[in-house]
């Protein structure tokens, strides 16, 4: 053989190497009845969901789970070339995840509280054992610092997974 068939043939042995390798997405079934169900109802719950798509994250408002796919009235952010234009709905061969805002309001102000509750306490008890006054003065932060946690936990943007499909080889197991 001479350099260029041999270089040839490498190429060709490569190519059906890495074809073979990376094999072609199956169609997606839509999720289980009594989890398409669950998953309809969690999305009746909340008005807007970010779908993450093959090919891009949008954020959909109005989203509604049936056998074809994701309906949704509509998206506010950002509408790529990933997303077919039609009938407002994403099928289920493209949806990866869906996720729904949440808030960490409350978690921040209930740890906040606690540890600066116990540390309060902690130093009142302290100054009364040392014979000082002032240590009840403390306990006068605890409620202002709760307060700022769960401004701070509120502002923080978090979304919770509700959806992700399945992945080929967990259903072969």
Not at 52 to 77: H, K, M, N, W
Request: aromatic share 4%; charged share 20%.
């Amino acid at each position: 053989m001479t350099g260029r068939k041999l270089s040839r043939t490498f190429s060709l042995a490569a190519l059906v190497a890495l074809a073979c390798h990376f094999p072609n997405p199956a169609h997606a079934e839509p999720p289980a009845p009594r989890e398409l169900l669950k998953l309809d109802d969690r999305l009746m719950r909340t008005s807007r969901v970010r779908v993450t798509l093959l090919s891009e994250t949008v954020v959909a408002e109005g989203a509604r789970a049936d056998a074809q796919g994701l309906a949704y009235r509509s998206i506010r952010e950002p509408l790529g070339a990933g997303l077919p234009p039609g009938p407002n709905r994403i099928p289920w061969d493209s949806v990866l995840r869906v996720d729904k805002p949440s808030n960490h309001a409350l978690p921040a102000a209930l740890v906040t509280g606690v540890v600066l509750g116990v540390i309060a306490g902690a130093a009142t008890y302290a100054a009364s054992e040392a014979g000082k006054e002032g240590g009840p003065g403390v306990m006068f932060v605890v409620p202002l610092a709760t307060i700022v946690a769960a401004g701070v936990g509120a502002l923080i943007p978090a979304w919770h997974p509700i959806y992700r499909k399945r992945h080929a080889s967990a259903g072969e197991r």
